[in-house]
């Protein structure tokens, strides 16, 4: 069975940082690139960053030099590190694992239960 474990979501301020971690499942991990979704009330599910297995990274341009993917292939964790954090990150955030093939992260169908990140003024 497939897990994904979200955490580190919270609140802050405009400006501030967070850094959320998902903790997977084994095989999952190791076979797969990771990514980082997000969601906002009344919008669809975003890519925001994803991870290949290798460690060569992608972002959405909207955090691209604020946001920071890593992986740790011992803990089979990925985890964001966000910074200069703005009014328009405030969503749920979900871990998810996939594929990377020609630049296009495709998720497979496993999703965690996500982390609710709040940004105020």
């Known amino acids: 069975q497939v897990q994904l474990v979200e955490s580190g979501g919270g609140s802050v301020q405009a400006g501030g940082s967070l850094t959320l971690s998902c903790a997977a499942s084994?095989?999952?991990?190791?076979?797969?690139?990771m990514g980082w979704y997000r969601q906002a009330p009344g919008k669809q599910r975003e890519l925001v960053a994803a991870?290949?297995?290798?460690?060569?990274?992608d972002y959405a341009d909207s955090v691209k030099g604020r946001f920071t993917i890593s992986r740790d292939n011992v803990k089979n964790t990925v985890y964001l590190q966000m910074n200069s954090l703005k009014l328009e990150d405030v969503a749920v955030y979900y871990c998810?694992?996939?594929?990377?093939?020609?630049?296009?992260?495709?998720?497979?169908?496993?999703w965690g239960q996500g982390t609710q990140v709040t940004v105020s003024s």
């Open positions: 991870i290949l297995r290798g460690g060569t990274k």
């Open positions: 998810n694992a996939g594929t990377y093939y020609s630049n296009t992260y495709t998720p497979y169908d496993y």
């Open positions: 084994g095989y999952i991990f190791s076979s797969s690139a």
